[in-house]
């Protein structure tokens, strides 16, 4: 993949399209993350900085449908693929 042309990862970026960490360009492209030396497919929300992650807490919704989040400290590490 043509990384020259993607945008730089920021330090905290959330899929929710309503949080104010959302940087739709970024999305354009394959992301992954590494979370304590593995990849995680799951990861809602992260910052590499304060090293967390928010991941689903099983099947739990919210009252607005949403999955419960909870939220895992380690190393974080974001990529392009």
């Not at 960490?21 to 992301?31: G, N, P, Y």
């Not at 304060?50 to 999955?67: I, M, N, S, Y």
Request: aromatic letters at 8%; a positive charge; hydrophobic letters at 35%.
């Amino acid at each position: 993949m043509d990384t020259s042309s993607a945008p730089p990862l920021p330090d905290h970026l959330s899929i929710d399209p309503r949080s104010p960490h959302h940087v739709a360009a970024v999305f354009e492209h394959d992301i992954g993350i590494r979370f304590n030396g593995k990849d995680r497919l799951d990861v809602e929300e992260y910052c590499v900085s304060e090293g967390w992650v928010k991941v689903p807490a099983g099947k739990t919704l919210d009252r607005k449908g949403k999955p419960l989040l909870i939220k895992i400290k380690g190393k974080v590490e974001a990529f392009y693929r």
